[in-house]
């Protein structure tokens, strides 16, 4: 197939090489062999792509190669063995020491949180639900903002952290699909870069807005659909020295309106491009850097 690149694409582009020459600068100085040889090949396409408005898909397949293998260029490391989860409680109790601080996840919580803090409702002495906390990270920053917090998860492990962290807040061990409150008792309903675990994501789209107050603002944040093309893939995380892997399931903003339209309005929908993740991770897939790779939605419950 061939794409050519569009002329309204051609300001990115220019942004996307300056920041490649930046990176390939930067490991010239710091005299790192490896990363000198894959920047220098991220660059080199960076500026072929702006300069000859090339046949995108028409790469040597070198180039191709090194552009594509991120996952070692993010790791500075050979590529590891991965080893697949069995459940997700394994997979966060695996990865739970180095969840807020591994480079991969420290870029992606930048990101949301650039886009998020913007459009979060006023918290002070509201009632917030964290749905599937983690070791509270946003939570954090709901009590920051004077919120009464619970958050809940299925996993004691990420939840320990949370509790050591945040001592006024409250945190429970809990599943989205089945949660423990009333109707219609929260002020702010909040879940983050949880949905995308489970199958039957829609459960717990149901049971957020069922804890809502009425005018209560909901915020779903996660990884868009479109990553993987939109099919069930297997995610990498990251853990101490081992890469774990675990199915996602793809989330669009449309799925979620499937089952919000009726009981709620929609104030946002935020669609994040891969673009600001690979340039801060310094990284260049030319297939995904213009499509989106985090989702934000936020409601309103009528
Ligand atoms: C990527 S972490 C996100 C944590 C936190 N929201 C954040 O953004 O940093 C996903 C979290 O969802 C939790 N989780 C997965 N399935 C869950 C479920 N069915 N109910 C509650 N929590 C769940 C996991 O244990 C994990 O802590």
Known sequence: MNKKIKVSDVSNLIS?????????????????KK?????????????????????????????????????????????????????????YRNIVDVYETEKTRKVLFEIEEKYLLPILPNLKNKNVLDV????????????????????????REMIEIAKRKIKNAKFKIMDARKLDFPDNCFDFVFSSLMLSHLR??????????????????????????????????????LGNEKVFSINQYPI????????????????DIIEIR?????????????ETYYQPTLLIMKLIKR
Request: hydrophobic share 35%; net charge positive; charged share 30%.
């Open 274 to 286: 891969s673009s600001e993740f690979q340039n801060k991770m310094g990284y260049f897939n030319n």
């Open 252 to 267: 669009f903003p449309s799925d979620i309106l499937s089952v919000a339209k009726d009981k709620c309005q929609i104030i």
């Open 200 to 237: 039957d994501w829609k459960k717990s789209v149901k049971e957020i807005i069922r804890v809502a107050k009425k005018d209560g603002c909901i915020i779903i944040s996660d990884i868009h659909g479109a990553v993987g093309g939109g099919k069930t893939r297997s995610m990498k995380f």
């Open 132 to 155: 599937g906390c983690g070791t509270g990270r946003c939570a954090n920053i709901f009590v920051k903002k004077g919120a009464g917090i619970i958050g809940i998860d299925t996993s």
């Open 16 to 32: 996307t090489c300056k920041e490649q020459i930046k990176f390939l600068e930067n490991s010239i100085r710091n005299k790192n």
């Open 35 to 91: 990363y000198i040889e894959k920047n220098l090949i991220n660059a080199a396409t960076a500026l072929k792509i702006l300069s000859s408005n090339m046949n995108i898909t028409d790469f040597d397949e070198k180039i191709k190669e090194n552009v594509e293998n991120w996952w070692a260029l993010r790791t500075n490391k050979k590529i590891y063995e991965t080893i697949k989860s069995k459940s997700i409680e394994e997979l």
